[in-house]
């Protein structure tokens, strides 16, 4: 098969076979094709599209890449997935919490690359913590504890991680088929029968509307059905950041007070209908039955024993869990102040993301070291009266040189005006 002819059949938007596009996938993921190559096939799927036919059939080829877990266990093995936003820390709330309703989940998540933070990276602020289970000890884990939250195996969708890399490096991340595939491709490899997506939008989302959003998630739907796989999607606002920290200890320091039933109330929201979709789907239980489980197993500390649990079981040192204060301290912080009077009217999310990043809370090569101490705590939020001089945030970081360009970042983030904004909540729509 001539590679070439391919490039140019999507270049002038024609439509791939399966053939051809197994044929990518494959001689891609062996080191055939070679990298320039490839980038131009997925700059014309950047810019051309695929349908839907495309889309399933690139997400099957590298599903196959792989190895594709089964834990052929009795209850069905539920998953959740964000596609990234800023202060995302549901994992930590929803996997512990599905755990304490009587679910398993297999939690695997990766590692964070530009503004939107890893989970995974998250995880391991906790000192001592194994997050790279063998297969065997993951099913001895969700059979005892009910569920794990682990580092995605690098034998599950093997041409994903060569593509998604590509994809990075040639400004090829923002396209539909491209995004669909590498997140079911994923998904479906890690052996769970319930797929639970929350795609995001807004400022600090790939997706930038609600239209572009549903458009993606209606994708993913389609491709775990023909999976055989039960799947929804909650649709959620990412104009604002998620709760009030930003970094990878602070995120679980915060996600700590929601599962003590205090903190944040749009993320304790978005967690509840995240965990209750989940049990809805698994045991086939009405969502209002379901929510109201959520609600009392959060409420009655039931899912933060869960989670002092989960992560006992995996080695790590749960007075930390007990005691958040002896998480590791930045070395340096900076209070910043309103330079006006007003309500905070607009929030850059995804500039706020790319402040973390400055401070050394993420990382723009896979190569890159995280100061796990850094990031930001905001006092005030979208909608907020606030008065000049009072405090906005304090910036945390290792890195003192860092401090004065993450602070003139972080003021462009935040607008103050005369009127107070209209507020979206934060779960959008549901769809099935």
Request: with cysteine; hydrophobic share 40%.
């Amino acid at each position: 098969m001539n590679f070439n002819e391919i490039i140019r059949k999507k270049r002038f938007s024609e439509k791939l076979n399966k053939d051809e596009i197994d044929f990518f996938v494959k001689h891609f993921t062996d080191g055939t094709i070679p990298d320039y190559q490839a980038s131009a096939l997925l700059m014309a799927i950047c810019i051309n599209g695929m349908d839907e036919e495309e889309t399933y059939n690139l997400t099957f080829a590298m599903l196959k890449s792989g190895e594709i877990l089964n834990f052929n266990t009795e209850k069905l093995i539920a998953d959740k997935h964000s596609t990234g936003g800023v202060g995302d820390k549901t994992t930590f709330i929803v996997t512990p919490l599905f755990a304490a309703m009587g679910g398993k989940s297999v939690k695997m998540s990766g590692r964070g690359l530009g503004h939107t933070g890893g989970t995974a990276d998250k995880i391991e602020s906790i000192p001592n913590i194994k997050i790279n289970l063998t297969k065997s000890e993951i099913l001895n884990q969700i059979n005892k504890v009910g569920a794990c939250m682990i580092t995605q195996s690098e034998n599950i969708a093997v041409a994903d991680k060569k593509i998604y890399a590509l994809r990075n490096a040639t400004e090829t991340v923002e396209s539909n088929a491209l995004i669909a595939s590498s997140i079911m491709s994923k998904k479906l490899g890690c052996g769970a029968d319930v797929i639970v997506l929350d795609v995001k939008f807004g400022s600090g989302a790939f997706m930038k509307t609600k239209e572009q959003a549903e458009k993606l998630a209606k994708i993913m739907i389609n491709i775990g059905k023909e999976a055989d796989k039960k799947v929804s999607v909650i649709l959620s606002d990412m104009n604002i950041p998620l709760g009030y920290n930003i970094g990878n200890s602070l995120e679980i320091i915060e996600a700590i007070e929601v599962l003590k039933n205090n903190g944040d109330k749009r993320l304790r929201e978005l967690s509840i209908n995240l965990a209750a979709k989940m049990y809805s789907l698994a045991f086939s239980e009405k969502f209002e039955t379901s929510l109201e489980l959520a609600n009392s197993k959060l409420s009655d500390l039931s899912a933060f024993n869960k989670f002092s649990e989960i992560i006992k079981a995996q080695g790590g040192d749960i007075t930390y869990i007990e005691d958040t204060n002896k998480f590791k301290k930045a070395k340096h912080k900076k209070e910043i102040f309103a330079l006006s009077s007003g309500y905070i009217s607009k929030i850059d999310t995804q500039n706020i993301g790319k402040v973390s990043l400055i401070l050394g809370a993420g990382r723009l090569q896979k190569t890159d070291v995280l100061d796990l101490s850094a990031g930001i705590i905001l006092n005030k939020t979208l909608g907020d009266k606030i008065q000049k001089g009072e405090l906005l945030a304090t910036l945390h970081t290792d890195n003192s040189e860092k401090i004065e360009k993450a602070k003139n970042e972080f003021l462009k983030s935040i607008h103050i005006s005369k009127n107070k904004p209209h507020i979206e909540p934060v779960i959008y729509k549901i769809l099935d």
